[in-house]
């Protein structure tokens, strides 16, 4: 016999958030930030950004997080890549643009975050990155 309609709804899956992250190239390195000791995830690694909130554009989230993480506007170009990485009791849908800093990087401040640098791709395996930005960066790199 088979489910009553208007029966028990299935469990729910878990929850999901969307981040959106700044790529930022500058003479072939790429600015990445670390997570501060306190937040989940600890002292890794991540292209820079944050999560949406809820009503918010992607464009608008990411010049709101990278003015409060780096203390810098940000020109939001193009999408470049997403992943959809699970984690233990949620999912992150993780959505890269590639962006440029319209005022230069004379201005970058660790604000938010515990530090950031400009990293060429093929030191990226010398960082610990979350596996969300890893497996972006694997995508954008073809790394299988």
Not at 91 to 118: Q, R
């Amino acid at each position: 016999m088979g489910a009553a309609a208007g029966g028990p709804a299935p469990p729910p899956g878990p929850r999901t958030i969307r981040v959106v992250a700044a790529v930022v190239e500058r003479d072939g390195k790429y600015l990445i930030t670390q997570r501060r000791a306190s937040a989940v995830l600890p002292m890794m690694w991540e292209f820079p950004g944050g999560k949406v909130e809820d009503g918010e554009s992607d464009q608008h989230a990411l010049k709101r997080e990278m003015t409060h993480r780096l203390g810098v506007d940000v020109d939001v170009g193009k999408l470049i890549s997403f992943v959809s990485h699970p984690y233990e009791h949620y999912v992150v849908d993780l959505f890269l643009y590639e962006c440029a800093l319209p005022g230069g990087e004379g201005a970058l401040a660790a604000l938010a975050v515990n530090a950031f640098k400009w990293v060429a791709s093929t030191d990226f395996d010398l960082y610990p990155f979350t596996p969300a930005d890893e497996a972006s960066m694997n995508k954008l790199l073809g790394v299988t």
